[in-house]
């Protein structure tokens, strides 16, 4: 399920900051950001680090920004991955107690919450363990567009199920979803006309580079830059 990579450049999480606000929705706290009357929603998958992550906020309020009502669920329930170098983590237990079905179960209260407010499309991002979970929100037609970043391992049997206009943002140097898996899967889903689909891979980053850059460097940056562009433009052009 994961690689070293999924744990690498951790975000800082005593930052936390951004424009939105927490409360409580499908009984898991979320960070909830643009307006609160839209029709359009963004639902944000994070990687094992959480919902409390500050790129994966300045990202949900850029989203908000173009008119989406965006919510970042905590499907960990308050249990992220904090410091996987302590000798006290156990990487096996924590993904066993938080498995991407789990997660994939969770989404769908969110899901329905969102529709109870009103809301007539939704889309959603996955990052890493968030990618594995929406590729099987993607199997369904409760969403209505998905972008998967450099998501955990997924199979081809879960491409193969695949109903609604998906993009994969993928990493050049990424153990977990390596460029000649994700290629791929893009040629599964090419063959379905009956919706959209794209894989693009980034040249010279690694595994969890979309939300987890480095600021100091200038190539990663502007390659977050690029797939958060990517991301919202997806969005604009599905979820109407």
């Known amino acids: 399920m994961s690689s070293s990579q999924c744990f690498e450049n951790p975000p800082n999480l005593s930052s936390t900051c951004g424009e939105g606000r927490v ?9 909830v950001t643009g307006p609160s009357d839209s029709k359009l929603a963004v639902i944000l998958i994070a990687d094992v680090f959480g919902y409390e992550a500050p790129k994966l906020r300045k990202l949900a309020d850029k989203i908000a920004s173009a008119g989406f009502l965006v919510v970042v669920p905590d499907f960990f329930h308050e249990d992220p991955v904090i410091d996987f170098t302590s000798p006290n983590f156990n990487r096996e237990a924590w993904f066993k107690n938080h498995g991407t079905d789990k997660g994939y179960e969770d989404a769908k209260p969110v899901i329905a919450a969102l529709k109870s407010k ?3 499309a939704i889309g959603a991002a996955g990052f890493c363990w968030g990618g594995k979970v929406l590729v099987k929100l993607a199997g369904t037609e409760d969403i209505q567009a998905a972008v998967i970043l450099h998501p955990g391992r997924m199979t081809e049997d879960e491409i193969k199920a695949v109903k609604i206009p998906t ?5 050049e140097i990424d153990h977990s979803s390596p460029p000649e898996d994700l290629k791929k899967f893009g040629e599964i889903m090419s063959a379905k006309t009956e919706f959209e689909s794209y894989v693009k891979i980034f ?16 190539l990663a940056v502007k390659s977050a830059e690029e797939a958060q562009e990517d991301t919202l433009n997806w969005f604009l052009k599905h979820v109407k």
């Open 118 to 120: 009103g809301v007539s």
């Open 167 to 171: 993009a994969i943002l993928g990493a």
């Open 23 to 31: 409360e409580e929705l499908a009984g898991l706290k979320t960070y």
């Open 203 to 218: 040249p010279g980053v690694s595994h969890g580079w979309s939300v987890r850059y480095d600021d100091s460097n200038e």
